[in-house]
């Protein structure tokens, strides 16, 4: 299984102001994932991150808001833009090769205040 | 109808009691089909494959029921530690785009006592 970090482990942001989470697997993986869990809900895919080209967002999260890179296959990053209160979630890293079953980051703590 | 729905639980059982879990997904072409354990404050964690024939890890057995479309848990001989909140998770094949990746219930919280 990979080993998946993601940094910052938490953090409390002013409204306005954005946010990049880095995620780093251990080994190379074909697909990541962003995903969003806010308090006491299920995991929200929010896009898929693609080596070497845009990001593929789920209904209802855009690029301009979650810009999304993906440099190489083992590191993705994910910045939350212009953030609101609303924005306060969970945000796991996850990462997959092909059929294999996904893992995920320990998750990123966002207060925005 | 959401892609994957579960029981709304919480299920409360004492020690040693066998619990079930049940959860059904909407897309029949849905092809892969996950168990997850989420513990309080920490990223899911992978608990068991659910086969078509079947298959069991311990006190735990997971079934799929393709043709009614949905899947079950069963724990045996509960344990405190088996505490969590577990995440059934569809994922609908294929390797590009968002067809590759997990579609979440919200989960069913299972609370152990002493």
């Known amino acids: 299984s990979a080993v998946i970090s993601q940094k910052p482990s938490r953090d409390i942001c002013q409204r306005g102001t954005s946010l990049t989470i880095q995620c780093q697997v251990d080994s190379q993986v074909t697909m990541m994932f962003w995903y969003r869990q806010q308090p006491g809900q299920s995991l929200t895919l929010i896009a898929t991150?693609?080596?070497?080209?845009?990001?593929?967002?789920e209904s209802g999260f855009v690029i301009d808001k979650f810009p999304i890179s993906r440099p190489n296959l083992t590191f993705s990053t994910l910045t939350v833009s212009n953030m609101s209160p609303e924005d306060s979630s969970i945000y796991l890293c996850?990462?997959?090769?092909?059929?294999?079953?996904?893992?995920f980051g320990p998750g990123t703590r966002l207060l925005v205040l | 109808r959401k892609e994957v729905e579960q029981d709304p639980g919480p299920f409360n059982v004492p020690e040693g009691a066998t619990v079930a879990f049940n959860c059904t997904y909407s897309?029949?072409?849905?092809?892969?089909f996950f168990w997850y354990r989420q513990d309080c404050r920490k990223e899911p964690k992978l608990l068991m494959s659910v086969y078509s024939s079947g298959n069991e890890d311990g006190r735990f057995t997971a079934q799929l029921n393709r043709a009614s479309q949905y899947i079950s848990l069963l724990i045996r001989d509960s344990k405190l530690s088996d505490s969590a909140t577990y995440l059934c998770?569809?994922?609908?094949?294929?390797?590009?785009?968002?067809?590759?990746?997990?579609?979440f219930g919200k989960g069913t919280k299972l609370s152990v006592k002493p």
């Open positions: 897309n029949s072409a849905s092809q892969s």
């Open positions: 998770a569809v994922k609908k094949g294929g390797y590009g785009g968002s067809q590759g990746n997990l579609i």
């Open positions: 996850s990462a997959s090769s092909g059929a294999e079953t996904q893992y």
């Open positions: 991150a693609n080596q070497g080209s845009e990001a593929t967002y």
